[in-house]
């Protein structure tokens, strides 16, 4: 299954081509939106696009640029999306190696048929490292979701996240997601929250003395100050003062 992130700062747009793709039969399973480039980049990190489709001319960074930070974190293929036909906007994009140009509205025939094209290229390209790559025993069982399901925990503790969030993020059933974190992780998605959560905590209490501890619930993504200590103490067995007091003697 071959994920695809769809970046444009129009949210109209972003849903528009989101939906042509769900109507048209490609094997780009995972579809995630990002409003601009800073956006998308943070994204990468945990969602590792097979594709990017991604507007030309946005605010903060322009499509172009966006590409080429994105290529160093190892995206390969790119399709620029503008309703601008400029073609040095196309020769500079041919040179970055982008996939295709697609202009503004868009055709979803166009659209499935490009789709089709980039998903075949990719999937030769999986094909052919699988194909060359040593011999190594997999671990079948281990669901591909739940890596991307801890990356996004782990960049996300600090907000007001939830499973249905992540499931939304991968296109899953926030029940189904829930069930199968449980499974394969073995701690319900609350529990491996706290310990991400209550783990920053200790990072802050040992490595600053004078933050106020209602700070660092906030920081950790607890808006309520009790709530931070009551669960920092059922994860820690001491309080986060107890905590802070420990370390700094140690």
């Known amino acids: 299954m071959l994920r695809l992130m769809i970046v444009d700062d129009e949210p109209i747009i972003q849903e528009g081509i989101r939906d042509m793709i769900e109507e048209e039969n490609t ?15 943070e994204k990468i990190d945990y969602f590792k696009p097979d594709l990017i489709i991604t507007d030309i001319r946005m605010p903060g960074m322009d499509g172009l640029e966006f590409i080429r930070q994105a290529q160093l974190k190892k995206v390969k293929r790119f399709v620029i999306l503008t309703g601008h ?7 500079k994009a041919i040179q970055l190696q982008v996939v295709d140009y697609l202009l503004k509205p868009v055709n979803q025939q166009e ?48 907000k ?3 499973m249905p969030d992540i499931a939304e993020q991968l296109n899953l059933h926030p029940s189904y997601a829930g069930h199968l974190f449980k499974k394969e992780t073995g701690n319900s998605f609350v529990r491996y929250l706290n310990q991400v959560r209550v783990d920053k905590a200790k990072q802050l209490l ?12 906030k920081c950790v993504g607890y808006d309520n100050s009790r709530t931070f200590y009551k669960v920092f103490r059922q994860m820690a067995g001491v309080t986060p003062g107890e905590y802070r007091k420990s370390a700094s003697q140690g």
């Open 27 to 41: 094997p780009f399973g995972k579809i995630l939106l990002a409003d601009d480039g800073i956006d998308a980049l």
């Open 160 to 162: 007001n996240i939830s």
């Open 85 to 91: 036909d400029v073609f040095e906007y196309a020769r």
């Open 111 to 158: 659209l499935a048929e490009l789709l089709k094209r980039a998903a075949l290229m990719l999937m030769e390209e999986q094909q052919h490292r699988v194909q060359s790559a040593p011999d190594v025993p997999v671990n079948s069982s281990r669901n591909e979701n739940i890596p991307l399901m801890k990356a996004y925990i782990e960049m996300n503790y600090m």
């Open 206 to 217: 040992e490595s600053t003395q004078n933050m106020p501890l209602d700070k660092i619930a």
